[in-house]
């Protein structure tokens, strides 16, 4: 199985910062990387997709860059709507999620 | 409107059964490989299964947690996906997702969930 790890679990941000969140995968997953934003009782939201794809109506302050073992969530400009919990995907070899980042404000 | 909404869930012993369902709306369902995802009490998400259409042959994968108690059926005629769940522990509890798979793949559409408790 391939495991995806996260960092930081938790991160602490102003309004306007810029915020960068690791995934870490155990092997190779290419570019078959999602991104999801969740909020407290609300279902997962997809961002980004393909590593570095925005889905449509998602706000181009959020973007995805990286391949292969190492890929990064970027949100520019941090929002009052942005605090949420993200978490990473793979979709290489069937479906496997990271434990989250919390971005919590500071 | 394109969406995704659960049913079924509820409070269950150990050992007993269970079956959701997730009705789709808003978007032609018979072309969709659908998904079903949960998620435990203040913990992070978990594939659960995932079936394929009936084009690419209606076949399932499951997670290892629940294959051999779990299984996912759809009906498109009723725009429907449905997740059996059988000899449920209490590990299973958990909110369970249906989402719909973008390219087969990445989860571009989610249903709000519904709460399945295993308690004696």
């Known amino acids: 199985d391939i495991q995806m790890t996260q960092s930081p679990s938790t991160l602490s941000a102003s309004v306007g910062d810029r915020v960068t969140i690791t995934c870490r995968a155990s092997?190779?997953?290419?570019?078959?990387l999602a991104w999801y934003q969740q909020k407290p009782g609300k279902a997962p939201k997809l961002l980004i997709y393909?590593?570095?794809s925005l889905e449509s109506g998602v706000p181009s302050r959020f973007s995805g860059s990286g391949s292969g073992t190492e890929f990064t969530l970027t949100i520019s400009s941090l929002q009052p709507d942005d605090f949420a919990t993200y978490y990473c995907?793979?979709?290489?070899?069937?479906?496997?999620f990271g434990q989250g980042t919390k971005v919590e404000i500071k | 409107e394109v969406q995704l909404v659960e049913s079924g869930g509820g409070l269950a012993k150990p050992g007993g059964s269970l079956r959701l369902s997730c009705a789709a709306s808003?978007?032609?369902?018979?072309?969709?490989?659908m998904t079903w995802v949960r998620q435990a009490p203040g913990k992070g998400l978990a594939w659960v299964g995932r079936?394929?259409?009936?084009?690419?042959?209606?076949?399932?994968d499951y997670a290892a947690p629940v294959t051999g108690r779990f299984t996912i059926s759809r009906d498109d005629s009723k725009n429907t996906l449905y997740l059996q769940m059988n000899s449920l522990k209490t590990e299973d509890t958990a909110v369970y997702y249906c989402?719909?798979?973008?390219?087969?793949?990445?989860?571009?559409?989610w249903g709000r969930g519904t709460l399945v408790t295993v308690s004696s």
């Open positions: 989402a719909r798979g973008a390219e087969g793949w990445y989860f571009d559409l």
């Open positions: 808003g978007f032609t369902f018979t072309n969709a490989w």
């Open positions: 079936i394929k259409t009936k084009n690419d042959g209606g076949t399932t």
């Open positions: 092997q190779s997953v290419s570019i078959w």
């Open positions: 393909k590593a570095s």
């Open positions: 995907q793979q979709y290489n070899n069937y479906w496997t």
